[in-house]
């Protein structure tokens, strides 16, 4: 063991650690999660440092080969897989994500004091506080750190998201022929085909793209140089200038500094939008879900219009059971994301005066949402939507029987008649072709008109559709 003292007292720290008194404290105080500090959260916190340290070296304040070692540090750190030995803390923690900081300024300084060849600890030469965390404060670094983690993460999801909406769009067009029973209130409407239904999935999924891709560009304003509320105490006017764009030059990403430190520092509103947009994913996913899993029940007793490409065994009980497993979990990762979406509300809203102490739960819950949602439609599309195939049979048997042909007899008879026409064929279980020919209310020609399910279709599609219904994404 080692000793460290802070404020409070010497504390005991194993030899090996790489981290210091800050963290074994936050190890004692915070063991609520398994979960400890994301790795990309870790990783713009690196960035973040050694963007500090040359920004310091170059207004003067910090020595240059001081700096030099702590660059050195942070960029052995990136090069090398980001793990619990160094970066223990669980990520729900008090303190405004200050032990996530400290955790990182003793890393840093333990790796680069160990590099000069001076022992893990002797931070007379290169100190977590003075040197390391010069010019900052954990109210500016933790939430920059955030929103670069957050864009990263973003990127992913983004691209399986495009990837998705051509799965879908793709089926569209393979679908645009195969004509079925339109429902509305799960009750027969009129016919459409499988392609439209396919086409109706991947618009709103279109929008949510835009959508999130709006609420990300509110990720790129970095409240550094504001140090602790926003008026830049301890931050030289070099530092300040020059800090955001050399950060942007490291991390290769156009991050720009916020106008306002003070409303950067303290509101948290970029986060709440953000987390808005991937609710209304998530929520147009879980309809996704829940449309496939109706169109594929039974084999017998349900729907059965669509084939779900078979995962797993369904059932320890019942032999032969295949269950719509890839749609559930997809509803199950959305219904998830409600819930986060409920928390950084709650988070946001908590905030007091010039400082949301609440961040790390924003971050966690930021964190998993992307990557469960990623994951989510990842498996979606391989697993369920690209091998999707159509029941042509029940298909045509549903419209055959279907009494939704009245629709297109009242014209022509009135509402009433038609509606008489359509209770007897579901009464007595014959087609409205075989009642309506026995009425002599139509002519052959209108008979033909009536029960020809292509025109029916064709006539309501919007010129946007035309016959080919998806225009991949240029």
């Not at 680069?112 to 931070?123: H, I, M, S, W």
């Not at 720009?256 to 970029?270: E, Y």
């Amino acid at each position: 063991m080692r000793t460290e003292t802070d404020s409070l007292g010497p504390l005991n720290i194993p030899q090996t650690a790489y981290y210091g008194i800050h963290t074994q404290r936050a190890l004692h105080n915070f063991p609520i999660a398994a979960q400890v500090t994301h790795p990309e959260l870790i990783r713009a916190f690196l960035e973040i440092k050694q963007a500090a340290a040359q920004t310091n070296a170059t207004s003067g304040n910090l020595d240059r080969s001081v700096a030099k070692h702590i660059v050195r540090a942070t960029k052995q750190l990136l090069t090398q897989p980001i793990t619990p030995e160094y970066f223990p803390i669980s990520d729900i923690q008090g303190g405004a994500g200050t032990s996530t900081n400290m955790n990182v300024n003793e890393v840093i300084a333990n790796v680069a004091l160990e590099q000069t060849g001076r022992a893990r600890g002797d931070y007379s030469y290169i100190n977590p506080n003075d040197h390391v965390n010069m010019g900052q404060s954990t109210n500016d670094t933790y939430p920059s750190a955030g929103k670069i983690a957050l864009l990263r993460l973003l990127a992913p999801l983004l691209s399986e998201l495009q990837a998705l909406i051509d799965a879908l769009g793709s089926k569209a067009d393979e679908f645009s022929a195969t004509y079925k029973m339109g429902r509305t209130q799960l009750q027969d409407a009129v016919p459409m085909t499988l392609g439209n239904s396919f086409h109706a999935w991947l618009k709103p999924l279109r929008r949510d793209t835009v959508r999130i891709s709006t609420a990300r560009d509110g990720l790129y304003l970095l409240n550094m140089g504001g140090s602790a509320i926003g008026s830049g105490i301890n931050v030289s006017y070099h530092y300040q200038v020059h800090i955001v764009p050399n950060l942007a030059g490291i991390t290769g990403l156009p991050l720009q500094q916020a106008h306002d430190l003070f409303d950067a520092t303290q509101n948290l509103d970029s986060f709440v939008a953000l987390s808005g947009t991937l609710k209304t994913l998530a929520m147009s996913l879980s309809k996704i879900a829940n449309d496939l899993r109706l169109l594929s029940s039974g084999p017998r007793s349900g729907l059965s219009e669509i084939n779900l490409p078979a995962q797993q065994a369904g059932s320890s009980i019942m032999p032969g059971k295949i269950n719509p497993v890839i749609p559930e979990v997809v509803n199950q990762v959305a219904f998830e994301m409600f819930g986060f979406d409920a928390t950084i509300t709650a988070a946001a809203e908590a905030g007091q005066l010039e400082l949301n102490a609440f961040e790390p739960i924003v971050f966690r819950s930021l964190f998993a949402g992307i990557e469960h949602l990623t994951a989510a439609m990842h498996t979606l599309r391989v697993n369920a939507i690209d091998g999707i195939t159509s029941n042509k049979a029940r298909l045509a048997q549903d419209i055959d029987l279907s009494a939704s042909f009245a629709t297109a007899m009242a014209p022509i008879i009135g509402y009433q008649e038609a509606a008489k026409i359509a209770k007897e064929s579901l009464r007595t279980g014959k087609s409205l072709r075989q009642i309506a020919e026995k009425k002599n209310f139509f002519t052959p020609d209108q008979l033909t008109r009536i029960f020809r399910v292509e025109d029916i279709v064709i006539n309501a599609r919007t010129p946007e559709h035309g016959l080919v219904l998806y225009a991949p994404k240029s």
